[in-house]
């Protein structure tokens, strides 16, 4: 077995029975990252000699017997997370030099907790995007082929696709990553993994590069259900830096993952049978309740009455938001600084921003101002603040006569590289399924579950009650367990 095939929960139990060492896992996940990121470009930045100085000091520590709950675990951080002393770019020109002084609360618990860190992976630039081919480090490959064309480069999903390939090629056994819209479901689901977006306020948002901040949201990816569990229990607390931090008690959510779905109500929302989507992914979607029915639980047809609104909404509140985080990005500061001519200040904004920034992120900018400026708040941000509040309210009705929900966490499998790119609108629609969970606050999490007629990974999402993950842990471990999705990508660590 190589070193990298653990699981995470494999790989902590060979390290306490001292079947491997920090240092050993360590180093193989460095070997395959040389082998393999020049082709993925999952990694833009290696910390190769401070990963292997963490692996010894926690090898160290388990000999002194002070291991950790995550002692000696290599992981890949997305490069949104603040890293002290490591370079954090959120994938953009304007940002590609900061050094932050400080640590991301996050990160901060994953490194309290033992975990060695391989380096920052890459994303969307800013986190705006279903693809991971607007960071301005190039794009990231997905390690997943089409059978009957093997020589299409796939995208991995964003905006965490550094994460999620990183993961599914086995070079990292978890990452952080974040969702705004889908960004862990979606390319968690196009690359066969797992990853949940825990509930609005579960994990702190302090020192992560902030895109859309009543949206943003903290969570790992992994190979397995329970390893997600595992991560999210170190990246999940109370924090008094974030005004948004809920001060509630963080469960054992891999205890969860062993309860079973006997006696619960699962939703099954009729506005997600979308028309025109692909056949495979209505198939897979009934196949996944009836492993859930066959475990003892109970499907129930429900109403979302407004979620042929939470696009269009999402794409007013998120670029609105966006506008104005990312206005601190001026070259006074910090980041990119373009040279102005005459000393003219204003002229120093525009070079800057105009250099720093990709076009994604330009266009939302200016889609955000639009629904922002005088004349047009009305129209179009309050009305979507509005409707947001309504998409929220159908799920606190349907959450009275449900457990949990489950829906497609994608509609279709990942597409190539080439395809797509010239319509946002198109690429947008990727977040359908997805973005209600943002909207109303509530956790989900994607689970493979299939492959289509390509042999591409196919997911299946478990939304749940706030604050309530562990139902969704335990309704994503029985179609884990039903499903037994064993398929594995051909650009792998020990396979090439």
Known sequence: MHPTDFTLRGAMEALNEGLVSSVELTRAHLEAIEALNPRLNAYITVTAERALEQAKASDARRAEGLAGPLEGVPLAIKDLFCTAGTRTTAGSRILGNFVPPYESTVSGNLLRDGAVFLGKVNLDEF???????????????????????????????????????AVAARLALGATATDTGGSIRQPAAFCGIAGIKPTYGRCSRWGIVAFASSLDQAGPVARTVEDCAILLRSMAGFDPKDSTSAD??????????ARGVKGLRIGVPREYRLEGMPAEIGRLWEQGLQWLRDQGAETVEISLPHTKYAL?????VAPAEASSNLARYDGVRFGLREAAKDSDLRDLYERTRAAGFGPEVRRRIMIGTYVLSAGYYDAYYLKAQKIRALIKRDFDQAFQGVDAIVT????????GMDERQDDPVTMYLNDVFTVT????????????????????????????????????????????????????????AGAV
């Open 127 to 165: 986190a705006m995007g279903s693809s991971n081919t607007t960071s301005a480090f190039g794009p990231v490959e997905n390690p997943w082929s089409r059978a009957n064309d093997p020589d299409t480069r796939l995208v991995p999903g964003g905006s965490s696709g550094g994460s999620a390939a």
């Open 248 to 257: 509630l008690p963080v469960p054992d959510f891999a205890a969860a993952c």
């Open 312 to 316: 269009p909404t999402y794409y007013i």
């Open 408 to 415: 497609p966490a994608t509609p279709s499998a990942a597409f």
């Open 437 to 492: 969970a943002n909207l109303a606050g509530l956790p989900g999490l994607a689970v493979p579950a299939g492959l289509d007629a390509q042999g591409l990974p196919l997911g299946l999402q478990v939304i749940g009650r706030a604050f309530d993950e562990e139902t969704v842990f335990a309704v994503g471990a029985a179609i884990e367990t039903a499903a037994d999705f064993r398929a594995v990508p051909g650009l792998r």
